[in-house]
């Protein structure tokens, strides 16, 4: 005996428990949906390519190659399967890739057929045949994707760079540092560092002894929208900060353009708050003068025990030191380059316990 499946059992709960209050165009039209639905559904093939969506989103090509079927038959099918909803596609460079649809809202017609098909079109459903394809197919779109990147190789910081920026991995970093810190950027320049900073940390300084670069910096801040930076012309040996007004002193490339470093290191142990940390990168020295004269060094490197030595007479313990690893450019108009190094300290009293702030947001 054939069995009957009555409307209601597809229809939303709410139009079940009211169906004598209906709109009759309403239960049309959603009649005319499931139609449409069981029809999409009613050819082998097509359950076919809808069951192979459910496993992994696949371009026409490769349905073609795990069915053995002609182009045309596939896009035919992945066109009618698309029209009632069963099927979504997203472009991805000149490929479009097709997978099944997600769920509609619960109240949609139809939903509780769609999740069923869901529940039923599984990979471990796959017939043996189908399945083998696939895998096989998805095997050879990793082992092209493989190519590519061996291909790329040589290529590829240049190409993420030039997409991103030579920074954005440095800019991840930061959130490894707790966010209610007010950081210095002293020696500011034109402000590169300043967005980066200014989009984790509560409040960002900015200073730097130059008007020009002031200016130039403060351009930088008002293009990018940012709120929380204060900038302040000034100098290093007379910085314009409260005392432990900061819980993070960046010094990038800037104790080298002074004659005396002392006043400056002197003056990171007032403004650096108990606990707080300074940050530097400099130069190792070097012999070059060319690039001594073209980049305006008063000094042709810092050796890193001076300034440990002085950052200690400041009140800094807890010092970490390490090589930063510079590019070999020969080719460079001013080559050899410096190498650079890094030295991290903490401020803390003598024989105090206070400790120095856990990078934790």
């Not at 039209?29 to 192979?52: C, E, T, V, W, Y």
């Not at 371009?59 to 035919?76: A, H, K, N």
């Not at 790329?152 to 920026?165: P, T, V, Y």
């Not at 030191?321 to 009293?349: D, V």
Request: hydrophobic residues 40%; contains cysteine; glycine residues 6%.
């Amino acid at each position: 005996m054939a069995q009957h499946i009555r409307l209601s059992e597809y229809m939303p709960q709410a139009a079940v428990e009211n169906v004598e209050t209906l709109n009759p165009d309403i239960v049309m039209i959603q009649a005319a949906a499931l139609s449409n639905l069981f029809k999409a559904l009613g050819d082998p093939l097509r359950l076919q390519i809808l069951h192979l969506l459910h496993c992994d989103e696949l371009t026409v090509s490769e349905l073609v190659r795990i069915l053995d079927i002609p182009q045309s038959s596939v896009s035919r099918h992945l066109k009618t399967l698309k029209e009632v909803g069963l099927v979504v596609d997203r472009a991805d460079g000149p490929a479009t890739y097709y997978q099944a649809a997600p769920l509609p809202p619960l109240e949609e017609p139809g939903y509780d057929l769609r999740a069923n098909l869901r529940e039923l079109f599984q990979r471990d459903t796959l017939p043996p045949l189908l399945r083998d394809q696939l895998e096989k197919i998805l095997a050879l779109r990793n082992a092209d994707n493989g190519t590519f990147f061996d291909r790329i190789g040589l290529h590829w910081d240049s190409l993420r760079e030039d997409c991103f920026g030579p920074t954005f991995h440095l800019e991840a970093l930061i959130h490894l540092l707790p966010a209610e810190w007010t950081v210095a950027d002293l020696g500011t320049g034109t402000g590169y560092f300043l967005p980066p900073l200014a989009q984790h940390f509560k409040r960002v300084i900015g200073i730097d002894a130059s008007r020009g670069m002031i200016d130039l910096a403060l351009r930088r801040v008002r293009d990018a929208g940012l709120t929380n930076v204060d900038l302040r012309q000034g100098d290093l040996g007379q910085l314009p900060l409260e005392a432990g007004e900061v819980d993070l002193a960046l010094l990038i490339l800037i104790l080298h353009h002074l004659g005396d470093v002392r006043p400056a290191l002197s003056e990171l142990g007032r403004c650096v708050s108990w606990g707080g940390k300074v940050l530097i990168v400099e130069y190792f020295p070097y012999t070059n003068e060319t690039f001594r004269r073209r980049m305006a060094d008063r000094r042709a490197g810092i050796a890193p025990e001076l300034l440990r030595a002085g950052l200690a007479e400041a009140g800094f313990k807890e010092f970490h030191m390490w090589p930063l690893a510079t590019p070999q450019r020969p080719e460079h108009a001013l080559a050899p380059l410096p190498q650079l190094y890094c030295l991290q300290a903490c401020k803390k009293q003598v024989g105090s316990q206070t400790v120095c702030a856990e990078n934790e947001p």
